[in-house]
């Protein structure tokens, strides 16, 4: 390397013993505790100057091992005497699951059941979210989990970290996801000195040492040392570059990611086997040298970027220049033939908690509705509130200025909409054309309340348009419409995970690769 004339400043590996000694041997201590702790050692190619070559333990890795030691002891303790539970995490699936409704998360049964797929970082980083700890302080505030708030704060700091060691983006506007420059270096020192002390203070029970045992001293130590060494060395590394003429440094850069992806095009070459011969392998090699990009699979351990679905409007909608959604009743009563008659149907109820989460979720709606191009400013103005008291409570957690605080009527429309997919919940998947349906009974439910959008404005807004197809009717149907459409794909996604069988090619892949999956 000293003949090319690169210079290498950093290392990055995934804590494995091997990678561990051979580092120990180029003078690097890995001793958290001992006088002499140092992540680093200088480059053997350059003895005659001072050239530190900085070690990173890929903070992705450790992430994974942060999850793993949490899930298999079960309980931690804090340095204030706070338990940290799993059985927390576990419990907010369950109640997810229950009420039919995500807190705003990702959390899924497979992230419970990690030790079924333990490389993969997406689960790791979905449950040590900032998502799933404002998830747990609602629910602690609702009284359906208790003593949460140690467990919650855990997830935000390893979150913290996770985004400070993981940013991609000059641009991040996050608090902690931010690259490192002259302006965040200071914020970034403060916040570690809070990390390691934090870090420094947890420990767990084993039935050997009655008095605790310290994480930073156990065998699980790598996931948390680890942490604390990329950030460390992440600030000193700002250091060298900086005169070079960088003046910010992505954490995201020196991670192992880029491995993985390249990792994950190369097995994808031989039909995703991860075990080509040297024909197929020097074969894959060639292929991928000639690409301008590469890119993994979207099931591989890591992904680049996440893609977004645009929702699919339908060509044979009545188009109307000036309508807000498009409706088509040639026929509604098509969707009621069977069920004139069906009023013995139970009646469902809407418990606080599901309360709060459509009342959340209609900001997601309401976000939607303003992107469209022919949304007049009074209408706008309808949707909206800057009156915190209607809010909901996931919101006042979650909310750093961004978020959209929904008036109390596009909440009344929500919750109605909710109502009535809950009494249909029976028929969701066998029944044709569920959509219109669902839109035109919740229609039904709402159109006799006549305090929704009637402020003055409204009423002399719609005053010279059309009595069936004014703005107000158009804006009722349309987040109806949304509502459901949202509703709707939760559904379809939790009812196919419920009947999807148990992926065993991950577990069976060094004896056989394929099995039907």
């Known amino acids: 390397m000293k003949e090319t004339g690169a210079?290498?400043?950093?290392?990055?590996?995934d804590g494995a013993p091997s990678n561990l000694?051979?580092?120990t041997s180029l003078s690097a201590n890995f001793d958290y505790f001992s006088s002499t702790f140092k992540p680093w050692f200088n480059n053997p190619?350059?003895?005659e100057q001072s050239n530190p070559i900085y070690l990173f333990w890929d903070a992705a890795h450790m992430l994974k091992l942060v999850r793993n030691t949490l899930g298999e002891k079960q309980v931690l303790v804090n340095g204030k005497?706070?338990?940290?539970k799993w059985n927390h995490i576990v419990k907010l699936q369950e109640i997810q699951e229950s009420k039919g409704l995500h807190a705003a998360n990702k959390l899924k049964k497979s992230h419970i059941q990690y030790y079924e797929n333990k490389m993969n970082v997406r689960l790791a980083a979905q449950t040590l979210s900032k998502s799933v700890c404002c998830s747990l302080l609602l629910c602690e505030e609702l009284k359906l989990l208790s003593g949460a708030k140690a467990t919650a704060e855990f997830c935000e700091i390893i979150n913290n970290v996770f985004d400070l060691t993981n940013c991609r983006n000059k641009l991040g506007k996050g608090d902690y996801y931010c690259p490192i420059n002259d302006e965040k270096i200071n914020y970034i020192k403060d916040y570690l000195y809070y990390i390691i002390d934090y870090i420094e203070g947890l420990k767990y029970y084993d039935n050997s040492q009655q008095q605790g045992i310290h994480i930073l001293k156990s065998q699980r130590k790598t996931g948390f040392l680890g942490l604390i060494i990329c950030l460390t060395n992440l600030l000193k590394l700002f250091d060298v570059v900086k005169p070079y003429g960088m003046s910010y440094l992505l954490s995201y850069k020196i991670s192992q990611?880029?491995?993985e992806v390249f990792f994950s095009a190369l097995r994808s070459r031989g039909g995703f086997n991860n075990n080509p011969n040297a024909i197929k392998f020097r074969s894959a090699y060639k292929r991928l040298l000639v690409r301008h990009e590469i890119s993994g699979s979207a099931y591989g351990n890591c992904t680049l970027l996440d893609k977004s679905i645009i929702l699919f409007v339908s060509a044979n909608k009545r188009n109307n220049a000036d309508a807000l959604c498009h409706y088509n009743d040639n026929d509604e009563s098509k969707y009621f033939e069977e069920f004139e008659h069906d009023y013995d149907y139970s009646t469902p109820q809407l418990d606080e908690y599901v309360h709060d989460v459509v009342k959340y979720t209609s900001g997601f709606i309401v976000r939607k509705i303003s992107k469209q191009k022919n949304l007049c400013d009074i209408c706008y103005k309808e949707l909206t509130t800057e009156d915190m008291f209607t809010a909901s409570m996931l919101l006042k957690i979650k909310?750093?200025?961004?978020?959209i605080n929904t008036s109390?009527?596009?909440?009344?429309?929500c919750l109605a909409?909710?109502?009535v997919i809950r009494m249909h919940n029976d028929i969701l998947i066998i029944k044709k054309n569920i959509c219109e349906i669902l839109c035109i009974k919740s229609l039904n439910e709402v159109c006799f309340d006549t305090s929704i959008f009637n402020s003055d404005t409204m009423k002399n807004h719609i005053l010279n348009q059309d009595v069936f197809e004014n703005h107000r009717s158009q804006l009722i149907q349309l987040i109806i419409r949304h509502y459901i459409k949202i509703r709707l794909h939760h559904f379809a996604k939790v009812h196919t995970l419920s009947i999807t069988g148990k992926s065993i090619r991950r577990n069976l892949t060094k004896l056989i690769l394929f099995k039907n999956q």
């Open 45 to 47: 190619a350059t003895p």
């Open 81 to 84: 005497g706070e338990i940290i």
């Open 417 to 419: 909409t909710e109502y």
């Open 21 to 23: 000694s051979m580092y």
């Open 399 to 403: 909310n750093k200025g961004k978020l």
């Open 7 to 13: 210079i290498c400043h950093s290392i990055t590996f």
């Open 257 to 259: 990611d880029h491995l």
């Open 408 to 413: 109390i009527d596009v909440q009344k429309i």
